[in-house]
C-alpha cells in the first residue's frame, strides 16, 4: 500500500491501520516526517516532492501496490497509476484540483479501479465498522493525533491565521480559557 502525504494526522491513521491489518506500507512524506512515519508502521518511506517518485516506489514493489491512497490531493493520477498494480485500486480522500488528465489506457488495460470516497457518502454500516476499528484502536493507544498546540477561545483567530499561512504540522486546539 501506497500512502501519500504520509506526515499529516489522516495519513497517519491510513498508515497505522494498514500497518495493522498487515499491509506492507510505502509512506510517501517530507523527509522530516519519516521517522514518525516508520513509527507508525511504515515499512519504507520515500520523499513525496523528490524526482523520481515512480522510480523510488518500483524500486520497493517491482509489481506495483495494491493500493494507491492519495489522503492530500496531491499525487496526479498519471503518477498513481504507474505505481498501482495490476488489478489494483486508487483510492482519493481529497481533489484539490477541478479537472485531472485521466490515463485512461493505463487504467483500463490493467483493471485500475479509482475510487473517490467522502465521509459524508459512508453508509451506516461502513461508519459502524469504521468506528469500530477506530474504538479499538483509540483503547489500545495505536491511534493518536500530533497536537502542534493548545490555544484559548479569544486566539481563535490567531489560529486560524496559523492554518492559512502553513506549516503548522498537527491540530490546533482551540478551548475555553482555563480548560
Known sequence: MYVGGAGGNVETAAVRMAAQAGARVIAAANPAEHERCRQDGADVTVDHAEDGLVER????????????????????????????????????????????????????????????????????????????????????GTLTARIADRLPLAQTAAAHERMEAGGVRGRLIVHPAGH
Request: contains cysteine; proline residues 5%; hydrophobic residues 50%.
Open 57 to 140: 516506489v518500483i524500486e520497493h514493489a517491482p509489481d506495483g501496490v495494491a493500493v494507491v491512497w492519495d489522503c492530500g490531493g496531491h499525487l496526479p493520477l498519471e503518477v498513481a497509476s504507474e505505481i498501482v498494480a495490476v488489478g489494483g485500486r486508487i483510492l482519493t480522500t481529497a481533489a484539490p484540483f477541478a479537472r485531472v488528465d485521466v490515463p485512461m489506457s493505463r487504467l483500463y488495460t490493467r483493471d485500475v479501479s479509482v475510487i473517490g470516497f467522502v465521509i459524508s457518502r459512508a453508509t451506516v454500516s461502513d461508519l459502524a465498522a469504521a468506528a469500530e476499528l477506530i474504538n479499538l484502536m483509540l483503547s489500545s
